[in-house]
């Protein structure tokens, strides 16, 4: 398995500019989602990556192997990688045994080596190489996309949002396959997806892209609790965000004054981020509520596993700030009903800024 | 590249010719009067020819598929099946049925008949795949049924309308057979008969300018109408199929409308051949239909083998994506192949006559003819099958190590197949019923099918010329399935 080094990548589409200055390390043998929303130029990235485009400027490596750089440039097919995309792209003209093998030598094809084992390593049955594409389900092509792209025993592996076109309860089971095929292949892997479940669960390193620029890169966790503006956060989950003051360790807002240790380095005027799981809900006066703020439910959504519930808290006269809080349970309050509200765990400080 | 190169040679092989002994004697030989007379007939049959088939056209496609005529299916073959009938056979039946029709007036009738279904295919195309939604839109909007009418199916309509005419005006300027048979001069005709008569390829020559010159004009004509609006659908979501208007009490005169518009193109034809073919003792002449259906068969093939060959590179072009290369030399192609028949025919004749002399009067030449005059339909066929893999599916094989060539042969060429096959389908018809150039450059001693009923027919010997014409019509058959098959929103014919 090799590493995969991406830096100073900038990149255009019919004349404009996608990618401003791209820098991102993939070790060996993991996994990297890039996650943003539509045409902040992710696929574009990929395809820079895969070498269907070239890049402006920038160099990507491979391993110790520059495949692009101010005068090396590595045809696709050279490159040494595998790439899945949204809709798999399987030729409709070969059986699945063909796709998988399509890759391979002449010698390999006739052979039909491998096509067995690569179908049971996506958790598809042995004897499905004589299908036509056309006669699988859409989990059932990704996962031969997969296996036609595993067959080279590429150094890396491209995913482009492989799951986006399946329907919800397949995109998870195809999920865990893709997931379970690649760690037993230790791949380097790359998936691009807008879906933060998705990016959250596939990955040891996430990388949030917006406006081409990747403006930050961590571990799941690191990204989800610790990110490093509005946007970052908004992109892995539900978030709001509280204007507050922090002096000393402590933050004063409109929830109440909450310690941060260490104070994440600010002094004055900053961001509460607060995610819906951290507010806890309670009837006004019940015990363990000293200290608690009221609010106001303005708005209840019900997802039947959990709720989300909408709260203007009273704080602020001028400027009334509303948060969500996610609960669990069968009880759901109703909009205008009074609750109190309590913050659990440190919240994370993010720079103020003056638009809401 | 080299094949466009070789299309656009014709024409410039033409213009050099004429321009041989200066300018001044080519002008004065433009000028002489009878030039005007030719100029005049071409014109005035054009004009005509393509308003009647205009109205011909687009009323029937909206009878057939925006009515409730009743057996749609039935008369939507049976109003393409004209062009399985070469316009030159279908003025022999006519001057057989009618010995008194001549002049513009038999002209307009026959290549009306014979050239309608040029129109009425494209629209009929169109009009069935019209999204109901738009109409809605309008009428939501305010416009009545009329106003919803005009401004937006006609608009709709316009180019499919356009491309037609296109076709009919610039067969009309290379049709020769149709139009000798009823004595009815034009350019094409007076240039073959320059060539008969006094062999002179160089007046000759001069005529095929200003032919050229009447070509690049309807094209441009064409172009300026088609404007540079667009006809996309926008948005997604399922195409509706719209609610037919209801004929009610005009049903049966609807009914008599395309009866005897199919009656009159295809029935008057078939009735008078079978007529003829059950009296074959009355032909003065041998009938030899399998020496001619043979050489016809082997230079259809040959003709058909090399075109759709050439069309792979430009395939193969499109299929990498350098689109403004591919775009320039299909309209090189296009518009060369615009040229009628007897260019090529007498620019080959200059060509071999002057460079390769060897060569002169081979089926080698006659081959290179019928390539250049065919080849869009080739092209047309290809690119619109190459046009419809997805080119990811390019990426997806150079991401498992194709290099780009290897990619088209293994995975663009096989899934462009069918398309390729009817393109290569397409000259074999069109071969197998050429008349023009096959009379000036077929070798000494060969015949085709078309020339054999053309010599039969200028003796007016029809128990002799009419197998040959059911053999070409047989031949031409399959067309109308394949034009029907055909998505592709530009006409193949």
Redesign the interface.
């Known amino acids: 398995m090799k590493a995969l080094h991406l830096s100073g990548i900038t990149a255009s589409h019919q004349g404009t500019r996608v990618l401003h200055g791209i820098d991102l390390s993939v070790p060996a043998g993991t996994t990297t989602a890039v996650l943003g929303p539509s045409g902040c130029g992710k696929t574009t990235l990929l395809r820079v990556i895969?070498?269907?485009l070239r890049p402006d400027t920038g160099e990507v490596r491979v391993g110790d192997e520059v495949v692009v750089g101010d005068d090396t440039w590595v045809?696709?097919?050279?490159r040494g990688?595998?790439?899945v995309?949204q809709?798999g792209?399987l030729?409709?003209?070969l059986s699945v045994a063909g796709n998988i093998t399509?890759?391979l030598s002449r010698r390999d094809r006739r052979a039909r080596s491998r096509v067995g084992e690569l179908l049971e390593l996506v958790g598809l049955p042995a004897d499905l190489g004589t299908r036509r594409p056309d006669q699988l389900s859409g989990g059932q092509q990704q996962r031969v996309?997969l296996a036609?792209?595993l067959a080279?025993r590429p150094d890396v592996v491209l995913l482009d949002e492989p799951f986006s076109a399946l329907d919800p309860a397949l995109r998870v089971a195809t999920r865990e396959a893709v997931a379970a095929a690649l760690a037993h292949e230790r791949a380097t892997v790359v998936l691009v997806t807008h879906d933060q479940a998705e990016a959250l669960s596939f990955a040891d390193q996430i990388a949030v892209m917006r406006d081409g620029v990747v403006t930050q890169a961590g571990p799941p966790a690191e990204v989800y609790e610790r990110p490093k503006d509005r946007l970052a956060a908004s992109s892995l989950g539900e978030a709001c965000f509280v204007p507050g003051t922090v002096h000393d360790g402590v933050v004063t807002c409109a929830l109440g004054v909450l310690s941060v240790p260490g104070g994440d380095g600010f002094t004055g005027a900053c961001d509460v981020l607060l995610r819906p799981e951290q507010l806890r809900l309670s009837e006004p006066g019940e015990t363990g509520t000293v200290g608690a703020c009221i609010g106001e439910v303005v708005k209840a959504q019900y997802f039947g596993h959990d709720a989300l519930v909408q709260l203007r808290i009273a704080g602020a006269p001028d400027a009334p700030v509303v948060v969500a809080a996610r609960t669990f349970g069968a009880t759901v309050p109703t909009v205008g009903s009074r609750v109190a509200v309590s913050v659990d765990g440190p919240p994370h400080l993010l720079p103020a800024t003056t638009t809401s | 590249m080299v094949v466009a190169v070789l299309c656009a040679l014709p024409a410039v092989v033409v213009v050099a010719k004429a321009l041989e002994s200066g300018l001044g004697e080519a002008v004065d030989l433009v000028w002489r009067a009878r030039v005007w007379e030719l100029f005049s007939n071409t014109v005035s049959l054009v004009v005509l020819v393509c308003v009647i088939t205009t109205t011909l056209g687009v009323g029937a496609a909206w009878l057939v598929e925006r009515t409730t005529l009743p057996g749609a299916g039935f008369w939507r073959v049976a109003l393409v099946a004209p062009l399985a009938v070469p316009a030159f056979v279908n003025s022999f039946v006519w001057a057989d049925l009618l010995p008194g029709l001549e002049g513009l007036g038999g002209a307009v009738l026959v290549t009306s008949l014979s050239y309608f279904p040029f129109v009425f295919l494209p629209v009929a195309a169109v009009l069935r795949s019209l999204d109901q939604g738009m109409e809605e839109a309008a009428r939501a909007l305010g416009l009545g049924p009329w106003r919803t009418f005009t401004r937006v199916v006609l608009a709709e309509v316009r180019p499919a309308v356009v491309g037609g005419v296109l076709l009919v005006g610039l067969h009309l300027l290379s049709e020769f057979g149709a139009l000798e048979m009823l004595r009815f001069p034009t350019f094409t005709t007076a240039i073959l008969d320059q060539f008969e008569v006094a062999f002179d390829n160089r007046s000759g020559s001069v005529l095929a300018t200003v032919l050229i010159a009447l070509a690049v004009t309807v094209l441009t004509l064409d172009w300026l109408a088609r404007g540079r609006s667009r006809h996309a659908r926008l948005g997604s979501g399922a195409t509706r199929r719209p609610t037919p208007a209801r004929l009610g009490r005009a049903t049966p005169l609807a009914l008599l409308a395309v009866g005897a518009l199919s009656l009159l193109a295809v029935g008057v034809p078939v009735w008078r051949l079978a007529r003829w073919l059950v009296r074959p003792d009355q032909a003065s002449e041998p009938i030899a239909l399998l020496p001619a259906l043979g050489s016809t068969v082997q230079l259809a093939l040959a003709a058909a083998l090399v075109a759709t060959l050439a069309t792979l590179p430009a395939a193969w072009l499109l299929a990498s994506r350098r689109t403004w290369l591919t775009l320039l030399l299909e309209r090189v192609t296009y518009v060369a192949a615009s040229l009628p028949g007897v260019v090529v025919a007498l620019a080959l004749i200059t060509l071999t006559l002057d460079l390769v002399s060897p060569l002169y009067q081979t089926a080698w030449v006659l081959v290179a003819a019928y390539v250049i005059l065919f080849i869009p339909r080739a092209m047309v066929s290809t690119r619109a099958a190459v046009a419809q893999v997805p080119p990811e599916l390019a990426d997806a094989a150079r991401a498992l190590g194709d290099r780009p060539l290897a990619a088209f042969l293994r995975v663009q060429l096989p899934l462009s197949l069918r398309g390729t096959m009817a393109g290569f389908a397409l000259v074999f018809i069109a071969v197998s019923t050429e008349l023009t150039a096959t009379l000036l450059l077929a070798p000494t001693g060969t015949t085709t099918l078309a020339t054999a009923f053309w010599d039969a027919s200028a003796v007016l010997d029809y128990a002799a010329a009419a197998p040959y014409a059911v053999a070409m019509v047989l031949l031409s058959a399959p067309l109308t399935y394949l034009l029907l098959r055909s998505k592709s929103e530009e006409p193949l014919t």
């Open positions: 895969a070498g269907f045809a696709p097919e050279k990688l595998g790439y995309a809709e792209n030729f409709p003209h399509y890759g996309a036609r792209a080279r």
